[in-house]
């Protein structure tokens, strides 16, 4: 058994695994480049709105999944500062889902020319793509192996912060929906809040935390599969939105 002993060599190795992440199916894919291409019809956005919160709604359960399924108590600690951050720092209406659910209805309200309230975003059953997709996240945080909850939530968080970025981009496209510039800003609270802090935090805890978990090659060797298995489970959910969202338009 190879130890690796010395924790700032764990977090060098570990930055090294995600240095490269954009290049992935995952971020440099077809639905991104559609997305911020320019603006889509509501049906499209609609698409989009139903199965971007259908995979966002379990985001912090499974941050929760992975404070229980991880024992070390320093990658503990940094899956809890996470998850506070995701119940909105203790302010229940900054909770991103919140954040997310009234963004997404004021955007199809404006798009679509009538009320639409957040309950109608979850009427409709996701696509097989996006429910196999919260399958799969489930199952790899719910292992009892910490060091595969942590190669997930390495890669969810990395992905997370370039998703956010790429889904602002495209956003912007829809601007001329608020008559105002500042409303448009108060609306998007959902990015700032994730592109100014969360975010980069999450980024940076997630290193901490799977590096805390890699005390030997072997493993470094299982975060790595259960990150490389986060990578292609989101790499096929976005092929299946971008079909679907490709043909509503
Ligand atoms: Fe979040
Ligand atoms: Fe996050």
């Known amino acids: 058994m190879t130890l690796v002993h010395d924790t700032a060599d764990r977090a060098a190795r570990i930055a090294a695994v995600v240095a490269d992440i954009d290049t992935s199916a995952a971020i440099d894919n077809d639905f991104y480049r559609l997305w911020m291409g320019g603006p889509l019809p509501y049906p499209a956005v609609a698409v989009f709105a139903r199965e971007y919160l259908a995979r966002t709604r379990f985001t912090a359960v499974m941050v929760a999944l992975s404070v229980l399924n991880t024992t070390d108590l320093a990658a503990r600690v940094e899956c809890v500062k996470n998850l506070y951050s995701e119940y909105g720092n203790g302010n229940a209406e900054k909770a991103h889902l919140v954040l997310l659910e009234n963004f997404l209805a004021d955007l199809l309200s404006r798009l679509g020319g009538r009320e639409v309230s957040t309950g109608e975003l979850t009427l409709e059953e996701p696509l097989p793509s996006t429910t196999a997709f919260s399958a799969g996240q489930r199952e790899l945080f719910s292992s009892t192996d910490q060091r595969v909850v942590q190669g997930a939530l390495l890669a969810q968080e990395h992905l997370a912060f370039a998703m956010l970025t790429r889904l602002y981009e495209g ?79």
Do not use: M
């Open 171 to 249: 956003v912007r496209n829809y601007k001329p929906l608020w008559p105002r510039e500042d409303d448009f800003h108060e609306a998007c609270e959902y990015f700032y809040v994730h592109i100014g802090e969360a975010e980069k935090e999450h980024k940076r805890e997630a290193v901490v935390s799977a590096a805390a978990v890699s005390r030997t090659e072997a493993d470094f060797a299982v975060v790595l599969r259960a990150y490389d298995a986060f990578l292609t489970l989101t790499a096929d959910y976005w092929r299946g939105v971008h079909q679907a969202v490709a043909a509503a338009g």
